[in-house]
Structures are given as C-alpha cells and as structure tokens.
Antibody, heavy 114, light 112 residues
Framework: EVQLVESGGGLVQPGGSLRLSCAASGFTFSAYWMSWVRQAPGKGLEWVANMNLDGNEKYYVDSVKGRFTISRDNAKNSLYLQMNSLRVEDTAVYYC???????WGQGTVVTVSS | DVVMTQSPLSLPVTLGQPASISCRSSQSLVSGDGSTYLNWFQQRPGQSPRRLIYQVSNRESGVPDRFSGSGSGTDFTLKISRVEAEDVGVYHC?????????FGQGTKVEIK
C-alpha cells in the first residue's frame, strides 16, 4: 500500500524550532518529487516547499524562506521539514505530499503559541 | 504568485442534482512543457485532501465517473453530475504550473 506518515508536530513557543518527518512506503521514494503543504485552522491549503528527486532543487513559498528547510534521505525513504524561528502564523496541520498531490499523509499538527 | 479564485465558496445542493464549481487563475496555467497542471481535490470533514482530477480533466483511479473536470487557459470547472451524500466536503482547485503552486479558497459542498 502506498503510504505517507508524518510525525514530529507539537506545541512550540514563538521563535522555537521543530523538525517534521514523513515516512514513505509502498513506492519508489527516490523517483518522486516530494512536498510539504499546510492548512491553518479553518483555512485553505498552502504549498510550503517542494524538492526534486536528489534534493538539489528546492522551492519555498515566500513566507517561510530563510526559516524552513526541506530535505530528504532516499536511503531511509524519508522527507523532512526543519522549521526554525517559528511564528504564531505557522500554526497549521502539515501534510507530506507526493508530486502535485497524488498521495497525501494524514498530517501532523504544529501549534506555535506562548 | 498565481491567484486562484473559486466560486461559489458555499454550495448547498439537493441529493441527486448536479453541482458545478468554477476556478479562475490570474494567469494562464499552460506551463513551459505545454501541460496544464490544474488539479481538483476533495477534502471530507476531518480528512486529508484527496486528488480527484489532474491536468484539468483526468480522473484519478477509483474516482466515480460522476466527477468531471474541464477548461483551459485560465478558466476551469469541476462538475458533479448527481450529488451523493458522500460528496459533502470542501473542494479545492490547485495550480502546479508556476511556483509557488497555489490553491483556491475552497468550496464547501453541503446537502440542502
């Protein structure tokens, strides 16, 4: 079964850091672009970052540039999102997604609050 | 950034009746490779998004044929031929032709 499972969310104070992980299974992870997408409470979807097969192309939405870093480990079939200098407005469910959204994980909740 | 505008934002429908959602983009979604990366997603309450339609009109495997997508350039439509109870949720259009990929505001479909 093709599956993405996110982990690493939680409650963090403004200015803090979190590292999200996404474990992939059921497909050849190294053959696909991968992305992070978020959804703030009661809001729409926002594509946060994506990266190519070997990690040498990365794209970020302007609101997270310089604060978030997307990475992958193809040997471990895993995608990561390092989030630094977190802000209240980063509070959201963070989803891992394959390509242009053909597969999604169940999401992990990130809450930034003092 | 490409702005995606959906209408209506709320769509009450009667079971068995058709429904239609419009999605307009602020610029053409024809990408450099000639493809138009316009997708439609369904998000049922409490669930992750699920892709229904990719590249304007291609239905994902397992998606009922009552869902169809059409359009070109900057103007796109998702149609449900006969709404069923399981279709309740929020529908999002999304463009993947120009980075950053962007979504519409979402259209909430509910049963009258």
């Amino acid at each position: 079964e093709v599956q993405l499972v996110e982990s690493g969310g939680g409650l963090v104070q403004p200015g803090g850091s979190l590292r999200l992980s996404c474990a992939a299974s059921g497909f050849t992870f190294s053959a696909y672009w991968m992305s992070w997408v978020r959804q703030a409470p009661g809001k729409g979807l926002e594509w946060v970052a994506n990266m190519n097969l070997d990690g040498n192309e990365k794209y970020y939405v302007d609101s997270v540039k310089g604060r978030f870093t997307i990475s992958r480990d193809n040997a471990k079939n895993s995608l990561y999102l390092q989030m630094n200098s977190l802000r209240v407005e980063d509070t959201a469910v963070y989803y891992c997604s394959r390509r242009r959204g053909d597969i999604w994980g169940q999401g992990t909740v990130v809450t930034v609050s003092s | 950034d490409v702005v995606m505008t959906q209408s209506p934002l709320s769509l009450p429908v009667t079971l068995g009746q058709p429904a239609s959602i419009s999605c307009r983009s602020s610029q053409s979604l024809v990408s450099g490779d000639g493809s138009t990366y316009l997708n439609w997603f369904q998000q049922r309450p409490g669930q992750s998004p699920r892709r229904l339609i990719y590249q304007v009109s291609n239905r994902e495997s397992g998606v009922p044929d009552r869902f169809s997508g059409s359009g070109s350039g900057t103007d796109f439509t998702l149609k449900i031929s006969r709404v069923e109870a399981e279709d309740v949720g929020v529908y999002h259009c999304m463009q993947g032709s120009h980075w950053p990929w962007t979504f519409g505001q979402g259209t909430k479909v509910e049963i009258k």
